[in-house]
């Protein structure tokens, strides 16, 4: 699940990254509506995908209510995916490593 929810995560960024620097300027310096009204109904789907996921993710891997407060606020922020991206990574290392008894 950790793993749909990195993709999830990326693929929101993108396309709140694709919203804010390609179709809010064409729509305030080339007059044109129509790309953020497609880009902002697709961002706004995959948004709440993102926080789907990252509801499920957080009960399962019993995050901290910090880690994920920290994973929400990433998805406000611009290129905040990458940031999570590391912090996941690092997640996913520690739980994915050998057990000692």
Known sequence: MLK?????S????ISYLTLLF??????????NPI??????????????????FLYFVAR???WSKKFTLLAF???????GMIFLDKKLKKKELVSSSPKLV
Do not use: C, N, Q, W
Request: glycine share 10%; hydrophobic share 50%.
């Open 4 to 8: 749909k929810f990195r993709i999830a």
């Open 10 to 13: 990326y693929v929101e960024g």
């Open 22 to 31: 390609i179709a809010m300027p064409i729509k305030y310096l080339g007059d």
């Open 35 to 52: 790309p953020v009204k497609v880009v902002g109904m697709t961002h706004g789907l995959l948004f709440f995908l993102f926080i789907y």
């Open 60 to 62: 399962e891997g019993k």
């Open 73 to 79: 606020i990433s998805s406000l922020v611009p290129f």
